[in-house]
């Protein structure tokens, strides 16, 4: 069973440029996640998504960070403009959905964003 | 707000030896705590699940066990390969699909 794609897995922009990264869940997880995590830090939650619907975006600093979750497969993090606080590794995570209280969560191998 | 905090913040043992790596948690109301390796330029790996209910988890070498009233728990290593050299993650579940990470363990066994 192939686990949670990511892609790409290296992005180096200069700052005020547009980024996107893309995740691709495990095949029937219906609950997707955004997390970031800043060097020697644990990551964090940005957004999470039950199917097609963003649940939880409450951390998701909104005047430059955008996502989807189209047909509530594949999503897609957007940041534009992107900062130089940015450069961070972007991780994508997925569960089944059936509890949410119990449900364990799939990591894929992350992004990791340098903004120069 | 739940916080996860993690000690040491780093280790550096022979290979072969016993180790415990310690996770505490403010907030003692979770529903449970996933323990997590993290190798260099990677995602995260799920070692060890324990829901609120149970005390212990084992796999393996790994075990893990869960205090939920002290907010404590510790993730026991036996006989450590260098192949074991990662950095560990603790995260509780407090809130509706919400993990809350520790800054995790940074783990050197050498030959």
């Known amino acids: 069973e192939a686990g949670v794609v990511q892609s790409p897995r290296y992005k180096i922009i200069e700052k005020k440029q547009p980024v996107a990264f893309w995740c691709n869940p495990i095949?029937?997880?219906?609950?997707l996640y955004w997390y970031l995590q800043n060097l020697g830090q644990g990551p964090e939650l940005l957004i999470r998504?039950?199917?097609?619907?963003?649940?939880?975006d409450s951390q998701l600093p909104k005047d430059r960070f955008s996502a989807e979750r189209l047909k509530g497969v594949d999503s897609t993090l957007k940041i534009q403009p992107a900062e130089l606080g940015d450069s961070a590794v972007y991780l994508c995570?997925?569960?089944?959905?059936?509890?949410?209280?119990?449900?364990?969560?799939?990591f894929g191998p992350g992004t990791r964003l340098t903004v120069t | 707000k739940q916080e996860v905090t993690q000690i040491p913040a780093a280790l550096s043992v022979p290979e072969g030896e016993n180790l415990v790596l310690n996770c505490s948690f403010t907030d003692s109301a979770i529903y449970n705590l996933q323990w997590f390796r993290q190798d260099p330029g990677k995602g995260l790996t799920s070692l060890l699940l324990i829901q609120s209910s149970q005390r212990e988890q084992t796999s393996g070498r790994l075990n893990a066990s869960l205090d939920k009233s002290s907010g404590r728990s510790t993730l026991y290593i036996a006989a450590s390969q260098p192949g074991d050299s990662a950095t560990y993650l603790c995260?509780?579940?407090?809130?509706?699909?919400?993990?809350?990470f520790g800054k995790g363990t940074m783990l050197l066994v050498s030959p």
């Open positions: 998504y039950e199917n097609e619907e963003a649940v939880d």
């Open positions: 995260a509780v579940r407090a809130g509706y699909s919400t993990l809350t």
């Open positions: 995570a997925s569960s089944l959905g059936r509890d949410g209280r119990l449900d364990e969560q799939y």
């Open positions: 095949s029937g997880h219906n609950t």
